[in-house]
């Protein structure tokens, strides 16, 4: 079977159109690379079944049909707001509202590549030799995605959603967005993965995002793909001295997913925010992994996340953070709290630290438990029905993270999904 | 007068049963390792034949087997057809004859931790037949325990009188087949220490294998096995806070425990074997697995360990919980200095209800050395109500060491309640700063600032061998600030 599907992958790889010399990384890799398995350190404890039991094709331009209403339905940010939409990884202009902005330039990632765009010769320059095999798939297809630029410090934010939807169900969209913010601009970036049917189809997307001296770049994601969705995010941020990098994604939907983060500091003084939710349940698989590299002297990190398993979800939470030789005055927090309401819930964590420089400051704390009986009794001794109380408790726990997002539209909208999907769960309890 | 026909008795008798009577000199098996070597072995032992299919099963198993990789060390291969697998003591001829031939640093080690003459000759190898003091020692320790009922001897011997014992318990926690350094340890392990406690007993002293004279150079394969019968209690001590000479480089022990109902077994280990010069090379290489199984409702394990010696350590004392309301406690201090590494933790199964677990590690690296907390805490579907705490804090002295903590938590059951954390930090220069001021002088203040980190750990040790570990872990720090 595993041939067959490596088989699958390289042939798809072979005949996917030329657009960019990175696409020899991914087809070399393809050629060594072995399956994700669970004897890898970096897979352990991630069931695979559902992602490498399907030969996926491969998303075209042509698949699946929406209407800006459709989007619309989708938006966080005001109609005036830029607007990117991915459908199937690629950059739709007539779903995507873009007004002129200074400072801001948007190019779809084919047309970045066609007209060699300032800056796009960084593509591939933080993921590399591609980690593993959907890495080097999502390397080997280059082609889809959007590239923008930022060179000013913007006040507004701008949305980025992906929508997964096809006519065949069974496609993988291959989306890189590459994101380079220039020194002393800023940008806030609302990225959704938003269900729009319910369809088996995978999600595969490279994020590239660098960020130049004193950029600042605020990153809310939410990710509230269909309940039959594969879900693979891999993110790769590098970032200069002085910069400001905060990310907060939240994973509720999909029946698997992983999101990856890859971070480098390439200056001193720089700070970086990450924060996580995860919501597994029924049958979901959610997991997060770090990979927070410290390799320059005083930088700062702070790495928050916080989970919620019910029915026979389970959740895989691997963080590391590695402070390198030189790196002195390093100061890295590290936490993971998880929730389990359920019998048959399971959560399996590592949260990782190796240090090799001794001025340093660096901890981590993982909880696991149950909700607080304590609690629960106040609550009810106050009137409040169980079930009501309980979600109430659920919400407390997760709404902590959730108002990192720092904007309340998207807030609003992230606990009414986590309230419908909690209701019934609570009622249950 | 009958007292020392005992004794006597009792002395000739311990030198039978370590195996060797005469003809020390050609007692050593050609390095390499196949099937003749472990039938000579059983054989030599005069050991039932089920051990023998038992060792070899171990080897077959040992032969399809890969040397782990995954842990944070970096080591030269071993090649274990170079090694030899059954030596007896070394002969009076290669030893050093008296104090003055042995190393001077060893002997101001020795000098520090206030260790009285004759034992220094004995840890450092001296040719000495044996310390006549420790002998009678050894000999009073044994009526007393005999009386009490408990059986405290030489795995050989216990496969020879107990073999009952045996065959109901060894491997039934670490199976031969276990890990790639048990299948070679249940191969060819020459010696090691069997206990036994009876029922409602509490063993009336602390067990030590410094005690047992019979033990001496059988250290490279060592096997113990603990058994804690219904409602006793026992504490082992192994190890002995002096650094001992040894010839073997390699050293793949394992240790297994078993506590029934309401049993309780203490273990504690001092373990500083040669870490080699400031390059490592010609330290120990320690592999070692130990587990303990709680079988029994409300059983206790407790594991408590300063490690500071060896080159390389891989070891993981763990604690199988299956017994409902059983405690499983690791509390472990380990210095890795000079070229040092270390990659050490525990493991706590939660199986039973109500199980608890508490993880305190402690690691301090200085020079180069690389000190790694690999843990892992597994809740099982069934661990209703189980608790597990874990803290592991590691302190930096210098900017070339590392530290690392990689720990695992598995948990599938909603009751069950896990906690663990960790943090890194150096000696604070106002820490020193307010120490010095106030007159101590830079080596007795960090000393004084590392027992105060290692302190949770040290009041775990029984009193005597706290007051050598404290004292073991200034000396092995000696130098490394400043």
Known sequence: MSAALLDHYQT???????????????????????????????????????????????????????????????????????????????????????????????????????????????????????????GAVNAALTGAGVYLRVTEKLVQPLELIHINYSFDSEVLSNPRVLVQVEAQASLTLIEQHAPFADVLGMHNGVTEIFLSEGAELLHPRLQNDSLRTRHLSSLYVQQA??????????????????????????????????????????????????????????????????????????????????????????????????LLLSRDAEIDTKPRLEIYADDVQCSHGTTVGQIDPEMLFYLRARGIPKAAATSMICQGFAAELIAHYEYPALETKALSILQERLAPVAANL | MDAVEQQLAELAKTGYEAGFVSNIESETVPPGLDESVIRYISARKSEPEFMLEWRLGAYQKWLQMEEPDWAHLKYTKIDYQAISYFSAPKSAADAPKSLDEVDPELLRVYEKLGIPLEEQKMLAG?????????????????????????????????????????????????????????????????????????????????LSTYFRINERNTGQFERTLIIADKGSYVSYLEGCTAPQRDENQLHAAVVELIALEDAYIKYSTVQNWYPGDENGKGGIYNFVTKRGVCAGDRSRISWTQVETGSSITWKYPSCVLKGDDSIGEFYSVAVTRGAQQADTGTKMFHIGKN????????????????????????????????????????LLIGDKCGAHTFPYIEVANPTAKVEHEATTSKIGEDQLFYCRQRGLSEEDAVSMIVNGFCKEVFNELPMEFAVEARKLLAISLEGAVG
């Not at chain 1, 997913?257 to 970086?272: I, K, P, Y």
């Open chain 2, 126 to 206: 001296v040719a000495v037949d044996a310390v006549f003091d420790s002998v009678s020692v050894a000999t009073t320790f044994r009526k007393q325990l005999a009386e009490a009922g408990v059986i405290f001897c030489s795995i050989s011997e216990a496969m020879r009188e107990h073999p009952e014992l045996i065959k109901k318990y060894l491997g039934t926690v670490v199976p031969q087949t276990d890990n790639y350094f048990a299948a070679l340890n249940a191969a060819v392990f020459t010696d090691g220490t069997f206990v036994y406690i009876p029922e409602n007993t509490r063993c009336p002293m602390e």
């Open chain 1, 12 to 134: 798809l790889a072979a005949t996917a159109p030329k657009a960019h010399a990175y696409q020899a990384v991914g087809q070399r890799r393809l050629s060594l690379v072995e399956l994700p398995n669970r004897k890898q350190e970096a897979w352990r404890y991630t069931p695979l079944a559902p992602v490498l039991d399907y030969q996926f094709a491969a998303a075209s331009r042509e698949d699946g049909l929406l209407e800006p209403e459709d989007v619309a339905a989708l938006r966080v940010t005001p109609a005036d707001h830029v607007c990117i939409v991915l459908l199937n990884g690629f950059f739709m202009p007539e779903l995507s509202s873009l007004p002129a902005q200074t400072g801001l330039e948007v190019l779809d990632l084919e047309q970045a590549l066609q007209t060699s765009a300032t800056g796009i010769e960084r593509l591939g320059r933080l993921s590399g030799e591609c980690l593993h095999l959907f």
């Open chain 2, 355 to 394: 199980t608890t677990s508490t993880i305190v590690s402690k690691g301090i690296s200085a020079d180069r050395g690389q000190n790694a907390y690999r843990g892992l805490v597994r809740m099982n579907k069934g661990a209703e109500n189980a608790r597990n705490h874990t803290q592991c804090d590691s």
């Open chain 1, 241 to 338: 001295a002085s910069s400001v990098y905060k990310n907060t994604s939240l994973a509720l939907g999909s029946a698997w997913s992983r999101t990856e983060f890859h971070l480098d500091f390439s200056g001193g003084h720089a700070h970086c925010e990450l924060n996580g939710f995860y919501l597994a349940g029924e049958q979901q698989m959610q997991s997060m992994h770090l990979d927070v590299l410290h390799s320059v002297p005083d930088c700062s990190s702070r790495e928050s996340f916080k989970g919620i398993l019910y029915g026979q979800g389970k959740a895989v939470f691997d963080g590391n953070i590695l402070v390198k030789k030189d790196a002195q005055k390093t100061d890295a927090r590290l936490s993971n709290d998880n």
